[in-house]
């Protein structure tokens, strides 16, 4: 689900299981807290509203869409530090990406300002950077490196390396 509106959770697990769900994540090509949030979601699920439900497939799906993306555009050769821009334009250049992705955040992928946008861009970064096991460039005090631009769905990206 993209909402702006959290509840942080803290609990403590056994070592043993916390173990076995950072090789699960791993396995999966997601961190651990991304695996445990996506667990937890499926734990609820059929309480949830139809229209919730919904909206958790498709996010899923267009998370799963960035991944399998961001992997063919790497393995054609187009990394660079832009690649989350790169990646994030092939998308919309799909048109059923495109409206999968509008149907998540409820208005037209190039619309300013809607709610659900900055939520669910963060995560589609996320999600574009560790399918191809990128890291952040960052600056002389190691802060991350960002770009903004204009006239697109996103407004800002990190810089990506492989190195």
Same mark, same amino acid.
């Given at each position: 689900?993209?909402?702006?509106?959290?509840?942080? %959770?803290?609990?403590?697990?056994?070592?043993?299981?916390?173990? *076995?769900?950072?090789?699960?994540?791993?396995?999966?090509?997601?961190? %651990?807290?991304?695996?445990?949030?996506? %667990?937890?979601?499926?734990?609820?699920?059929?309480?949830?509203? *139809?229209? =919730?439900?919904?909206?958790?497939? #498709?996010?899923?799906?267009?998370? *799963?869409?960035?991944? *399998?993306?961001?992997?063919?555009?790497? #393995?054609?050769?187009?990394?660079?530090?832009?690649?989350?821009?790169?990646?994030?334009?092939?998308?919309?250049? @799909?048109?059923?990406?495109?409206?999968?992705?509008?149907?998540?955040?409820?208005?037209?992928?190039?619309?300013?300002?809607?709610?659900?946008?900055?939520?669910? #861009?963060?995560?589609?970064?996320?999600?574009?950077? #560790?399918?191809?096991?990128?890291?952040?460039?960052? @600056?002389?005090?190691?802060?991350? /490196? /960002?770009?903004?631009?204009?006239?697109?769905?996103?407004?800002?990206?990190?810089? =990506?390396?492989?190195?």
């Amino acid at each position: 689900m993209v909402t702006e509106t959290t509840t942080r %959770v803290s609990f403590r697990l056994q070592t043993e299981i916390y173990e *076995a769900i950072q090789t699960l994540a791993k396995q999966a090509g997601v961190d %651990v807290s991304a695996f445990m949030q996506d %667990v937890l979601r499926q734990a609820v699920y059929d309480h949830l509203p *139809a229209d =919730l439900q919904r909206e958790l497939e #498709n996010t899923k799906a267009l998370y *799963a869409a960035a991944q *399998a993306k961001a992997r063919q555009v790497y #393995n054609a050769g187009r990394f660079d530090e832009h690649f989350t821009l790169t990646v994030f334009r092939e998308l919309m250049g @799909d048109q059923e990406t495109k409206q999968l992705y509008e149907s998540v955040i409820g208005v037209d992928a190039y619309t300013d300002g809607a709610s659900k946008k900055m939520p669910l #861009n963060m995560y589609l970064g996320w999600f574009i950077k #560790n399918a191809v096991s990128a890291k952040p460039m960052v @600056d002389a005090s190691g802060k991350p /490196r /960002r770009a903004f631009v204009k006239d697109e769905p996103i407004k800002s990206y990190t810089l =990506l390396t492989t190195e």
